[in-house]
T-cell receptor, first 110, second 116 residues
Framework: GIQVEQSPPDLILQEGANSTLRCNFS?????LQWFHQNPWGQLINLFY???GTKQNGRLSATTVATERYSLLYISSSQTTDSGVYFC????????????FGKGTRLHILP | EAGVTQFPSHSVIEKGQTVTLRCDPI?????LYWYRRVMGKEIKFLLH????????ESGMPNNRFLAERTGGTYSTLKVQPAELEDSGVYFC??????????????FGPGTRLTVT
């Protein structure tokens, strides 16, 4: 089945720094989504981005479907950005499936 | 160890009818989450149980949706009356409760709901 790999697994940055999280996937997908896991474990949708670039405040994401990767950018990181970021894909013709990466744990130090 | 199970796998109902979805989490997992993917859109968080208590139900779309987790084991999500826009795939996930930090979340196979 489709494989989803996220890198780096852990990232420690000072407040104010910029960060780039990567998601590689092994096969074509219908859709890709970035989530932030909050302290209660809830997965909160950040971007639904099968291709192209989207921006929301300090966060932006780019998916290059033909090259099978997506990037999540966080600019001017804040301590509240800490947590685990997951990438999840929807395989072709299977909208009832979610395949998650293992996540990137981001620590923003004050 | 059995994974998260959901029942039914697919439900087709008419607008105005009632449907109840069930989720059985992994044994010992106190956290239970419901998510849904409305057709063609992103997966969104619906609500979160810790044991039998609702920790957060901010994602529930309206009062036609009612979730319960009596006894802190399995959970049900009832839609009454169902509307066309409720069609989608409903996912359940569970994880162990930790006093600090969060544990890995395991997803069920989903229930596809089709409202005609």
């Amino acid at each position: 089945g489709i494989q989803v790999e996220q890198s780096p697994p852990d990232l420690i940055l000072q407040e104010g720094a910029n960060s780039t999280l990567r998601c590689n996937f092994s096969d074509s997908v219908n859709n890709l989504q970035w989530f932030h896991q909050n302290p209660w474990g809830q997965l909160i949708n950040l971007f639904y981005i099968p291709s192209g670039t989207k921006q929301n405040g300090r966060l932006s994401a780019t998916t290059v479907a033909t090259e099978r990767y997506s990037l999540l950018y966080i600019s001017s990181s804040q301590t509240t950005d800490s947590g685990v970021y997951f990438c999840a894909v929807e395989p072709l013709n299977r909208d009832d499936k979610i395949i998650f990466g293992k996540g990137t744990r981001l620590h923003i130090l004050p | 160890e059995a994974g998260v199970t959901q029942f039914p796998s697919h439900s087709v109902i008419e607008k105005g009818q009632t449907v109840t979805l069930r989720c059985d989490p992994i044994s010992g997992h106190d956290n239970l989450y419901w998510y849904r993917r409305v057709m063609g859109k992103e997966i969104k968080f619906l609500l979160h149980f810790v044991k039998e208590s609702k920790q957060d139900e901010s994602g529930m779309p309206n009062n036609r949706f009612l979730a319960e987790r009596t006894g802190g084991t399995y959970s049900t999500l009832k839609v009454q009356p169902a509307e066309l826009e409720d069609s989608g795939v409903y996912f359940c996930a569970s994880s162990r409760y930790r006093t600090s930090g969060v544990d890995e979340q395991y997803f069920g196979p989903g229930t596809r709901l089709t409202v005609t």
